[in-house]
């Protein structure tokens, strides 16, 4: 069985088998969330981008939990130099952890620390576990090639922006759900700042329109696959 858990913004733990991944840790800077980072456990946590609600309590979490974080290679290495464990990636590639199968792909975003310093490029996550395929979008405009991605990975779940300002908005997002063709979309990174607010009721009676499914998940809602 394979549990997915919504924190508010991008940020979702998996949890498959004996092991507990984190997408997006952005907990504790995120009035929304539901729960602290100290409340929450890693095995692994999987990186879309460097930005800091994304990057979010990554650090606290994996030094407390031995976390190994994933991450593109650039943002990886950051991640190395804090003294963490990290597995460098890149865009295109996948690789096969105890709990299944990681692929990072192409975002249209931008990826720099805190500090400024240029974290490589921002990424979308595909995780292949127990039979399912979930795609998290990160932070991205609308693009072409989710076509391509829909058409190669059979996607269960997709998680999508629809925040607008910094990533897709309604429109964009609904487009693509067409290219994705996901049995099922969740819709994230919004509301957690005014720029981002958006109606995600509105935009999961359009995904039904489109006779497709997607639902909206509560801040700390848990769903099975
Ligand atoms: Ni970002
Ligand atoms: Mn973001």
Do not use: W
Not at 13 to 42: C, M, R, T
Not at 128 to 157: C, P, Q, R, W
């Amino acid at each position: 069985m394979t549990k997915l858990t919504y924190f508010g913004h991008s940020a979702f733990l998996v949890e498959h088998d004996k092991y507990k991944i984190l997408i997006d840790p952005f907990l504790d800077g995120n009035p929304l969330s539901p729960v602290k980072a100290n409340q929450v456990s890693a095995d692994f946590i999987v990186l879309s981008h460097g930005h800091g609600d994304h990057y979010g309590d990554s650090e606290k979490i994996a030094k407390r939990c031995n976390s190994l974080i994933i991450a593109v290679n650039e943002l990886a290495n950051y991640v190395a130099s804090k003294g963490l464990k990290a597995h460098n990636m890149h865009i295109g590639g996948s690789y096969e952890f105890p709990f299944g199968r990681v692929k990072f792909t192409i975002a249209h975003h931008g990826s720099s620390s805190g500090e400024g310093e240029y974290l490589g490029e921002p990424a979308g996550i595909l995780l292949f576990l127990n039979g399912k395929t979930i795609y998290h979008a990160g932070d991205t405009s609308l693009f072409y090639d989710m076509k391509l991605i829909g058409e190669m990975y059979n996607i269960d779940v997709a998680l999508l922006p629809i925040g607008d300002n910094f990533t897709m908005g309604l429109q964009d997002a609904l487009k693509a759900v067409e290219f994705l063709n996901p049995k099922l979309t969740i819709p994230m990174h919004y509301n957690t700042f005014p720029v981002i607010k958006a109606d995600a009721d509105k935009f999961v009676e359009e995904v039904l329109k489109m006779n497709k499914k997607a639902r909206k998940l509560n801040f700390g809602e848990t769903i099975e696959l």
